[in-house]
């Protein structure tokens, strides 16, 4: 892989990511009983936004440069905001950016764990310096897709996968997905897997989301930040995450936040968000395959 994330670090994508991390974790901690958070593409853990990789595309001034001097912020946000705070220890300029096991790590329990797996044996070996001090987090040098069936399930029987490649493979990334994520469910039906995906074409995301439906689990909800029309597959037009097995009420716990962002980080006329659920079953409805339409959220 050529793919170095502290290019993109702290960017628009990153924010919504890590946005639903943090409410998938605050899901998971409602409930007592330790869990397991499993990242299948971990990075290096924590990125410099002054290094030279992340000044050369300046890609973190318009997502978490934005938002770090934000103010009225919803509750979700803040605390993405107050733990991108803890990981620079008091820098009020805030140099570094948290990756999604750092943010993990920093949420987690002490009866809580993580397996991190990182490909690239110096992203791998940033990961375990980070750590080394964490007996909760443990490194694996290898490769994600191949370990997330080995991971699963946990010994904690519950907890959360984060599927977040890089997408050199471009839209057959997608196929990757779908047949680690189906063996993966096989064998650990109830866990909540997370997947991270960029939106270009609209056509490239749209075979992803009919195959989730189609996937065996009874809740599957997508949250999407558009800032630039997905028609072009030059750019980085929107991001999304979609969510199988997502938790009770996890679309309201995203709602506020996720509908404030195109606002603080787009262009009038051009930013959107999507939450949608493409399988939602409840205890007192008929399931449904419910897809709500974009909704614009324009600057004033």
């Known amino acids: 892989m050529n793919y170095r994330h502290a290019y993109h670090a702290g960017n628009f994508a990153d924010v919504l990511k ?3 991390l943090v409410a998938l974790i605050d899901a998971l901690e409602q409930k007592a009983s330790p869990f397991c958070y499993i990242d299948t593409h971990a990075g290096r853990g924590r990125y410099d936004l002054r290094g030279p990789e ?20 919803p509750p979700l946000l803040w605390k993405w905001l107050e733990t991108v705070r803890a990981c620079n220890e008091g820098d009020e300029a805030m140099r570094h950016y948290p990756g999604s096991p750092w943010i993990a790590a920093h949420l987690m329990r002490e009866s809580d ?27 694996h040098q290898r490769d994600g897709y191949e370990a997330m069936k080995a991971l699963v399930p946990p010994k904690e029987k519950r907890g959360l996968v984060l599927i977040d490649p890089p997408f050199e493979a471009q839209e057959a990334e997608f196929r990757l997905i779908e047949k680690s994520l189906k063996a993966a469910l096989e064998k650990w039906p109830g866990g909540v897997y997370a997947i991270w995906y960029p939106i270009k074409l609209r056509s490239h995301v749209q075979p992803f989301h009919r195959w989730l439906t189609k996937c065996g689990a009874k809740r599957v909800l997508v949250a999407e930040l558009l800032l630039r029309p997905d028609d072009s597959p030059l750019r980085l037009n929107g991001t999304g995450v979609a969510i199988v097995n997502a938790p009770w009420k996890l679309d309201e716990a995203l709602r ?7 606002r603080l980080l787009g262009t009038p006329g051009e930013s959107e968000y999507r939450l949608t659920w493409l399988v939602e079953d409840t205890p007192d409805e008929t399931p449904t395959n419910a897809t709500q339409p974009f909704r614009s959220v324009r600057r004033r």
Do not use: I
């Open 113 to 139: 764990t993580a397996q991190l797996c990182e490909l690239r044996a110096e992203e791998a070996g940033a990961l375990r310096q980070l750590f080394h001090r964490d007996p909760r987090v443990h490194v």
């Open 256 to 262: 506020d936040s996720l509908r404030l962002l195109p």
């Open 18 to 20: 890590h946005m639903v």
């Open 54 to 73: 992340a000044r050369k595309t300046a890609e973190s001034d318009e997502g978490f440069g934005v938002l770090k001097t934000a103010t009225g912020l």
